[in-house]
């Protein structure tokens, strides 16, 4: 199993590994990225190769001589068969079926050309007032409560959730449901990750599978407006076997909440670490959709993915041979001195944030990121607007994840 390669890389010391085992550097990466980074743009680790280079790893993410490769899509179902679980996804269960992430094209294009209508600039814009009125609500729950209040728990994680939720069609009630299986699942996204998580992933995708399906048997019988209601009454050239739509689904689900309050939370604590620039913007003096593109530089929410090469090939003047892996360092690639200036500097006026990789880039540029854009940019500003003086109090505490970054828990005195 990987876990057990990686512990025993993470004992050899091995950087990549000590990363994914050491909750000290779970918390604090970035010194360890810059190791990474003296040993020059591509280096070798238990995880195969491995980049903190700008350049390098968009060079990768471009390339059509990388595919999203075998690991993410196939190894889970290998753990999963050798756990002898079923592999079909209305059955007993559902063992991760492929959703667009982790496939090349031509399924690639033909899961995502279905679902980018809705995620369109014109779309997403029209998405704000929606956006506005949950944050409002959310912010009008908060000011009812008194003394200390977890902002994760409170507004971080709701407005992404019932965002989603709308947008999608599917129940707003379920979503401490959706929030508890987001956030077991999200584990999944770990390499090497220890076998006790792994099956409590695997329970809570069962459930959101099963929810999923039922769900789904009812847009087929009254179907809505909704994206899930269209893509559960395509024409038969068009439609999704039930393995790729509950993938479609999760996905855009889950890729829709976990990754967006790691950004709220993350914007938080930086902008109350850096108070003048938080009144700057709250006074009109610096604009919140750059503070959220440096939030995504200097503190990304996806800290890494990876590729896999399709042929023998040269990168970074390394020879990589044929189904190599890579693994790219986005949050390192975002603090690259050669293309960020001073990069460990929180600075919501910088010039160029927006060439961050925080929503990688190539085929699989992040579909959402208009949608996370938007919630981060309003989300962030009804809450400076409604607590002018809202303050970090307490510890806040990191979520047990190497791939997502964020907070788990925020204590705040709103007022
Ligand atoms: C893909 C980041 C929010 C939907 C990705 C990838 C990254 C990412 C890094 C690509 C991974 C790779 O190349 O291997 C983020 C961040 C977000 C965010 C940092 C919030 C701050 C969202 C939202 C949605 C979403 C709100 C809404 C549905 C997707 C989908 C993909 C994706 C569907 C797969 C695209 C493909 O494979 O073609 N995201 N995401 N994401 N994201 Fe996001």
């Given amino acids: 199993l990987p876990a057990v390669y990686l512990s025993r890389s993470a004992r050899r010391g091995d950087a990549v590994g000590r990363l994914m085992r050491d909750p000290a550097l779970r918390e604090q990466p970035y010194g360890l990225y810059e190791e990474l980074r003296a040993r020059g743009p591509l280096t070798g680790s238990s995880l195969g190769l491995v980049t903190t280079s700008h350049p390098v790893a968009q060079e990768v993410l471009r390339s ?24 079909d996804p209305t059955a007993a269960g559902v063992a991760e079926p492929p959703s667009m992430l982790v496939v090349d094209p031509p399924d690639h294009t033909r899961f995502r050309r279905l679902v980018s209508r809705a995620f369109t600039p014109r779309a997403t814009a029209a998405f704000e007032p929606a956006v506005r009125r949950t944050a409002e609500r959310l912010l009008d729950d908060l000011e009812r409560r008194d003394g200390v209040v977890d902002l ?42 220890p ?5 409590a992933a695997e329970r809570a995708l069962r459930a959101m599978h099963r929810f999923l399906g039922e769900h ?6 009254e179907p809505g407006e909704d994206l899930v209601s269209r893509l559960v009454t395509l024409p038969p050239d068009e439609a999704l076997d039930d393995r790729e739509l509950h993938a479609t689904v999760l996905l855009l689900l889950g890729a829709g909440f976990e990754t967006t309050v790691n950004l709220l939370g993350n914007a938080v604590v930086l902008l109350d670490a850096h108070r003048d620039q938080w009144d700057a913007l709250r006074g009109g003096d610096a604009s919140w959709d750059d503070a959220v593109e440096e939030v995504l530089r200097l503190d990304s929410p996806v800290q890494l993915t990876g590729r896999t090469a399709r042929a023998d090939l040269e990168l970074a003047g390394r020879r990589v041979g044929a189904g190599m892996r890579v693994t790219l360092l986005l949050g390192a690639a975002n603090r690259d001195p050669d293309v960020f200036p001073d990069p460990a500097r929180f600075d919501v006026t910088r010039a160029n944030a927006r ?36 303050r970090v109090a307490g510890r806040p505490e990191r979520r047990d994840l190497q791939t997502l970054r964020g907070f788990g828990v925020l ?3 709103p007022r």
Avoid: K, M, N
């Avoid at 001589?65 to 002898?84: E, S």
């Avoid at 992040?366 to 309003?378: I, S, T």
């Fill in 152 to 193: 994760v728990e409170a507004y971080a994680a709701q407005l992404p959730v019932l965002v989603i939720a709308e947008l999608l069609g599917v129940p707003v009630a379920r979503r401490e449901d959706f929030l508890r299986w987001g956030a077991a699942a999200a584990a999944t996204l770990d390499p090497g990750l």
């Fill in 355 to 390: 060439e961050h990789l925080a929503f990688s880039g190539g085929i699989h540029y992040c579909l959402g990121a208009g949608l996370a854009r938007l919630e981060g940019a309003v989300g962030l500003q009804a809450l400076g607007e409604r607590f002018p003086g809202l």
């Fill in 195 to 199: 076998l006790g998580r792994f099956l």
């Fill in 64 to 87: 059509d001589r990388f595919g999203v490769g075998w690991d993410r899509a196939t190894a889970p179902r290998l753990v999963r068969w050798a756990l002898q679980f079923g592999d």
């Fill in 411 to 413: 204590p705040v005195a």
């Fill in 216 to 221: 789904f048997a009812r847009l087929r019988r």
